[in-house]
């Protein structure tokens, strides 16, 4: 008979193998466009030493609303990041032109952390789609 209570859950610990190496780290997330889109923004906002209310009310748009933008939690339409741009004194090509620069830093400099990375040791499992 067990000394273990019924409705006890067992506790078991696993320790890897001698030999056994970490998985390796997931490749990093590629950035989302509505977050460049809303660090261009801030920064742009920033540099001007203006408020959030301030390009808001100049934008048409709710604060709230804009500062979700800036930190990429809303992806906005076009017209409401032409107003935000506008208000900012940017086209909206120029904001866009703005993030894609951004996106090729981001993407450059990841490429470049990953080259200099060990490539993972193969270790004979493969698996397929």
């Known amino acids: 008979m067990s000394s273990q209570a019924p409705n006890e859950a067992r506790v078991i610990e696993l320790r890897p193998s001698q030999g056994a190496r970490p998985a390796p780290a997931p490749p990093p997330r590629e950035p989302l466009w509505r977050d460049l889109v809303g660090d261009v923004l801030r920064r742009e906002r920033l540099a001007q ?3 959030l209310k301030d390009v808001a009310d100049e934008a048409r748009i709710s604060m709230p609303y ?5 930190r990429g ?17 940017l086209g909206l090509g ?5 993030a894609q620069g951004e996106l090729t830093r981001v993407t450059s400099r990841s490429a470049q952390h990953s080259q200099t990375a060990p490539a993972a040791p ?4 493969c698996l397929a789609a």
């Not at 804009?66 to 800036?70: H, Q």
């Not at 120029?94 to 703005?98: A, E, F, K, M, V």
């Open 49 to 51: 030493e203006r408020t």
């Open 66 to 70: 804009l500062s979700e933008v800036e």
């Open 73 to 89: 939690r809303k992806e906005a339409s076009s017209e409401v990041l032409a107003a935000a741009a506008h208000a900012l004194g």
């Open 94 to 98: 120029d904001l866009l032109s703005l």
């Open 122 to 125: 193969y270790n004979g499992l």
